[in-house]
């Protein structure tokens, strides 16, 4: 399967956004079933940065120190669906957001390295 990112966009700071990650073609239980479901923020002139992993099978998830408390992550096995809910968003939060599939497991998957199936990315744009 394929990874497809939607539900970027221009938001003021203080709003919250939903991201979602689908596949395309075949999907996550057929390709995924065993992969961690991970998110990711590359901001301007920055590295990829870790935000949120998730067990596709069993839900377990873990953060990145930065945005705990802030960004939330789920899936839904029906939808075939990964997503990321971005709240009280800062101009800081600013830039493309990525979806990715990683084979190791969400306690480990936590660098950019780890991931083998990436999206193509979705923006997120923070005005204050």
């Known amino acids: 399967a394929q990874l497809v990112e939607s539900g970027g966009g221009l938001v003021q700071a203080g709003e919250t956004l939903t991201l979602s990650c689908a596949a395309s073609?075949?999907?996550?239980?057929?390709?995924?079933?065993?992969?961690?479901m991970g998110w990711f923020r590359q901001a301007p002139g920055k590295e990829r940065e870790f935000l949120a992993v998730?067990?596709?099978?069993?839900?377990?998830?873990y953060y990145a120190d930065p945005v705990k408390g802030r960004f939330s992550i789920s899936r839904d096995i029906g939808k075939d669906s990964v997503f990321l809910r971005l709240a009280d968003l800062q101009p800081e939060d600013t830039g493309i957001y990525f979806c990715a599939a990683s084979p190791f497991i969400a306690l480990v998957a936590k660098t950019a390295g780890h991931y083998d199936h990436w999206g193509q990315g979705t923006q997120v744009t923070v005005s204050s």
């Open positions: 998730i067990q596709w099978n069993d839900g377990d998830a």
């Open positions: 073609g075949r999907s996550f239980s057929a390709d995924f079933s065993n992969f961690a």
